[in-house]
């Protein structure tokens, strides 16, 4: 099997660009240890929009690979973060290398409005998270060149897909990286250029086996909500740390809310209530400034697996019904891979808040654990 991987030029004045040097320390990496079967082949592209879709296309008529992997950099990520999907748009903050800066254009004037990714995003995260690096996917990969090339390598003949990653620098930090996220600021990671290659790696390696194929739940456009981490701990603890109300108060509530855990009864069937207050509300669903639900245990499997069923206290329709969430705890040789995923998410909750309030809630899982 021949994989293409491809990284991006410096742009914006920076001499480096994270994902050219992730993709050349791969190379080196993979030509150093080739896995038997799987050959990999990179390239480079141009920051530029006029020319980007040529260069993927003249390399993948040169490699003729069965599979394209597209890596850009961003600067208000300190994740590995595989994307879902490129829009069809063009809408630059600066100018490309060429000094072109389209606004609100389409990229394919015949195209869908976004072309899913040709891999099982949260299958790719899975696949970084395993070798120890933060990843997660992504539902927005910016409409800079980027989500350019993100949308061209969806659309290609063979499976095509987009990873960011975070703008490592071998030295101070990026001066460019908002083109991804315009409202974040740059955001310091504590990974390096080989931890990047590492996560590429994996992601390599998962394509070749098989096992990150298109998600039939996106093709059969069923939502599900999703976030993971690796936590350096035993599967044991994480798994008490679900159940334990005192640990629940202090790691669940994402970024800017305090909670409370009521009722505990931590057993199949049982379950409690949880309160989540506001520092700054925003369409809240219980009060002015708080979201409260009912959990119920579906399923308990010690050191394993913990399946909830959550049902939002709310007066508005929008916010009704059953989420099912399951929180699956993996062991990894740095640890505890912890992956949360829900279905049935209201409809008044947006899935990349929800993502993101997942995300942070790991986050603080992680730190409470490894304190």
Request: with cysteine.
């Amino acid at each position: 099997m021949r994989i293409l991987v491809t990284g991006f030029e410096p742009f914006g004045g920076d001499a480096e660009n994270a994902s050219l040097e992730a993709v050349r320390r791969l190379e080196r990496a993979w030509s150093a240890d080739p896995q038997p079967g799987v050959e990999l082949v990179t390239g480079t592209l141009p920051v530029a929009f006029a020319a980007a879709g040529e260069a993927l296309a003249a390399l993948v008529a040169e490699h003729r690979p069965d599979a394209v992997l597209a890596v850009g950099e961003a600067g208000g990520r300190a994740a590995i973060t595989p994307e879902r999907w490129g829009v069809n748009e063009d809408d630059a903050r600066i100018p490309d290398n060429d000094g072109d800066q389209p606004q609100g254009t389409p990229i394919d004037p015949d195209g869908p409005p976004r072309r899913a990714s040709g891999f099982d995003v949260d299958a790719l995260a899975g696949a970084i998270l395993a070798v120890g690096l933060p990843a997660h996917p992504s539902a927005d990969a910016g409409r800079f060149l980027c989500n350019h090339v993100a949308y061209l390598a969806a659309g290609l003949d063979v499976p095509g897909g987009f990873v960011h990653v975070p703008a490592v620098r071998s030295g101070g930090t990026a001066g460019v990286g908002r083109e991804t996220d315009a409202a974040a600021a740059p955001t310091a990671s504590a990974l390096t250029f080989d931890d990047l290659a590492l996560g590429l790696a994996a992601a390599v390696r998962a394509i070749a086996s098989g096992r990150v194929g298109a998600s039939d739940a996106s093709e059969a456009g069923t939502r599900i909500d999703r976030a993971g981490t690796v936590i350096a701990v035993a599967p044991e603890r994480v798994y008490e740390a679900l159940l334990d109300p005192v640990a629940l108060a202090a790691w669940l509530p994402p970024e800017g809310t305090t909670g409370t855990i009521e009722d505990m009864d931590a057993r199949e069937r049982g379950g409690f209530r949880a309160v989540l207050r506001f520092e700054h509300p925003d369409d809240t669903k219980t009060t002015d400034d708080t979201d409260a639900s009912v959990v119920t245990f579906v399923e308990l499997v010690p050191g394993r697996l913990v399946v909830q069923r959550v049902a939002f206290e709310t007066d508005e329709e929008r916010f009704r019904g059953d989420m099912l969430m399951t929180w699956r705890l993996e062991p990894v040789q740095a640890g505890t891979r912890v992956t949360v995923s829900a279905t049935d998410v209201p409809a008044g909750i947006a899935q990349e808040d929800h993502e993101v309030g997942l995300g942070s809630s790991l986050a603080n899982l992680a730190r409470y654990l490894e304190r």
